[in-house]
């Protein structure tokens, strides 16, 4: 069989070269890296191979706006990893996928990406192709811990999943076009629970006195709002016992909650186009400049139900020290699943419904992810 090519578009941004870097090491496949830089392409690519100790690694200037340059790019590639904050050119990456019959996983969070697949879904599928959107951390994890959870339970009745997410941004160089989507998605989020039989609009006590939870040390008990994600939406179709469900997202910090983020609603909702640039920029201020240690990303499920008439409880909390590598594990676990058929299926698929939660969860254990 001839050993798999993958391009990753964001090959050489913080979580591609994650993704490149675990690829060599769980698979035998080869990768091209790109973005719209050859030069900073070709210097990851140089990395890369020295760590792998072998050329598996070759550059491409690939432009998500411009549907030639992803073509050439996927060309011979049976799977293209969009690691790219290009949620924007979603259209073009997935006609490009399209035309060059290759399989496809994203990782942005953008409610619109998953709309714009969705409009596609059944070309997809009739082309044969394997599309994963909503791939890494959150997106990509909370809905697959509550399909873990309801194996535990004979009803799952309530699961709820929170994430809190300190990194130092100090440290770590994000592009505008990240910020921005960081900024678009935040500034718009849908605060839904499912209760009483229905997606619903959070109370807004749970917005202004919001649920604590601990997430053990060293954050303890935080705060976490809910946020809606596409992911999440059909598990209560799946499990028809379960009465409340929602993923809650903690704070970055007390400068970006209570004034950028606020302030960004406000300002994307009159001027979205003139308020973009400044919110993102402020926003990257604000995370670098008021940041604070410990440092860390945790992800916590509670859940609760019966087992043979009994009341139980199951609660997982994972994390990383870096919030990184906590999206590009789950990436590659996914794949790992998906490079050897078993979650490899036509169609546009979520990650978190796609894959097989307890190998998942084994595989990024091995990866590095504490599971307590
Ligand atoms: N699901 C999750 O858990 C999760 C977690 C973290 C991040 N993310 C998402 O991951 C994406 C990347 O984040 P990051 O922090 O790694 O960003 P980053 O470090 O700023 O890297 C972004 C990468 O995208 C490339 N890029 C930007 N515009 C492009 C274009 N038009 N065509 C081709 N490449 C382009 C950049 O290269 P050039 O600018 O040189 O082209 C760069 O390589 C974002 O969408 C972010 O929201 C998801």
């Not at 917005?207 to 008990?221: I, S, T």
Request: hydrophobic share 45%; net charge neutral; with cysteine.
């Amino acid at each position: 069989m001839p050993t798999n090519s993958i391009l990753i578009l964001g090959g050489y941004g913080n979580t591609g070269r994650l993704i490149a870097s675990l690829l060599l090491q769980e698979t035998d496949c080869r990768l091209v890296v790109a973005g719209r830089s050859l030069v900073k392409a070709e210097a990851a690519a140089a990395t890369l191979n020295a760590q792998a100790g072998s050329p598996r690694v070759t550059a491409a200037a690939a432009d998500a706006a411009d549907v030639s340059s992803l073509r050439r790019a996927m060309a011979g590639c049976s799977l293209a990893v969009i690691a790219s904050s290009t949620a924007d050119h979603v259209a073009e990456v997935a006609r490009a996928a399209l035309d060059t019959r290759t399989d496809y996983l994203d990782v942005q969070f953008a409610t619109a990406k998953v709309h714009a697949l969705q409009r596609l879904a059944s070309e997809i599928e009739a082309a044969g192709c394997c599309f994963i959107t909503d791939g890494g951390f959150h997106p990509g994890l909370p809905a697959a811990l509550v399909r873990h959870a309801a194996a535990q339970f004979d009803h799952l009745q309530r699961a709820v999943v929170a994430s809190v997410i300190k990194e130092d941004w100090k440290r770590v160089e994000i592009g505008i076009s990240t910020a921005e989507e960081m900024v678009r998605e935040l500034a718009g989020y849908q605060a839904l629970e499912y209760r009483d039989g229905a997606w619903r609009q959070a109370r807004w006590t749970s917005l202004w006195l919001p649920q604590m939870m601990d997430f053990g040390p060293p954050f303890g008990r935080q705060y976490a709002v809910p946020m809606f994600l596409e992911e999440m939406r059909g598990l209560p179709g799946l499990y028809p016992d379960l009465e409340a469900v929602s993923f809650n997202v903690g704070g970055f910090n007390w400068f970006v909650d209570m004034l950028v983020l606020p302030l960004a609603m406000v300002a994307m909702r009159i001027a979205p186009t003139q308020a973009l640039g400044p919110m993102a920029r402020w926003m990257l201020w604000g995370l670098q400049r008021f940041s604070r240690p410990p440092y860390g990303t945790v992800l916590r499920l509670e859940a609760s139900g019966k087992v043979q008439g009994q009341p139980k409880r199951f609660d997982l909390t994972l994390s990383h020290a870096d919030g990184y590598w906590f999206t590009a594990i789950p990436v590659v676990a996914s794949l790992l699943q998906v490079l050897d058929g078993s979650a490899r299926r036509p169609g546009l698929w979520f990650q978190a419904s796609i894959v097989e939660p307890q190998r998942l969860l084994h595989d990024m254990q091995r990866m590095g992810i504490e599971i307590r």
